[in-house]
């Protein structure tokens, strides 16, 4: 039987509902409309293609001058930046880096807003985002307190630096830092026990990962070339001759 739920698992990222009725995925209440963003931009932006200003594949061009942190102060944005080198292997002057940070900076400065309009949404779309994204998607955006998790977070590298080498985080070396760190990552010495430094470091390397692959850097670690297809498998010239 061909069913709803198999007509979306086939039509992918351009999912298209119409006002269901009932409790399952084939048979839930759900509003009308177009719920993925058009996937060309990703195609446009891998391929280099000239896009006109203001069309759905427009792309954000990275600021030439100096940042200024939508959420953090500067001392904090700083810290960001040493982490995600850190997490990436990379310096952090580096341009992924700084990409990734900014990118970080604007999704917690918004977060307070994205929390409200999640506990906000109506029943069906609630129903949408619970069946299409996973049971937790929803509960998680109401509940999750990204802006209290970082600034804890922060307070806490800051506090542990002090107690440690009577300076704050970001005045120490990174070797400090580093041992700071292993304090609280996933291979810390009693996993078992959490506190803020260990909830923060949990979604700041969440976040670093999302973020550097969905990176242009990232994706082109990866190989993904958007929608291009090969002739033959690349590397299997073998089953082509």
């Not at 080198?85 to 002057?93: D, H, I, K, S, T």
């Not at 917690?108 to 949408?128: F, G, I, K, Q």
Request: proline share 5%; aromatic share 10%; with cysteine.
């Amino acid at each position: 039987m061909f069913t709803r739920r198999r007509w979306l698992m086939q039509l992918g990222g351009g999912v298209v509902l119409a006002g269901w009725a009932g409790t399952d995925l084939d048979a839930a209440e759900l509003p009308p409309g177009v719920y993925e963003a058009s996937r060309e931009h990703l195609g446009h932006a891998l391929a280099g293609h000239p896009v006109a200003p203001g069309g759905e594949t427009e792309l954000v061009e990275l600021r030439a001058a100096a940042l200024q942190p939508a959420f953090f102060s500067r001392d904090e944005y700083q810290t960001i930046l040493r982490l995600t080198a850190m997490l990436l292997g990379e310096a952090p002057e580096t341009p992924v880096v700084r990409e990734i940070a900014e990118w970080i900076d604007v999704t917690v400065s918004e977060a307070a807003a994205v929390r409200t309009a999640a506990r906000a949404l109506s029943p069906p779309d609630r129903t949408l985002a619970m069946h299409y994204y996973g049971a937790g998607a929803a509960p998680k955006l109401e509940e999750f307190d990204t802006q209290k998790i970082v600034r804890d977070g922060l307070a806490w590298l800051d506090a542990a630096s002090r107690r440690k080498y009577g300076r704050d985080f970001n005045s120490v070396g990174l070797a400090e830092q580093l041992a700071i760190i292993e304090s609280i990552a996933d291979n810390r010495p009693d996993r078992g026990s959490e506190n803020a430094g260990t909830l923060f470091f949990a979604y700041l390397k969440e976040r670093v990962i999302h973020g550097f692959y969905t990176s242009r850097a990232g994706l082109d670690e990866l190989g993904y070339r958007g929608n291009a297809f090969y002739a033959s498998p690349p590397g299997c010239e073998h089953l082509y001759g």
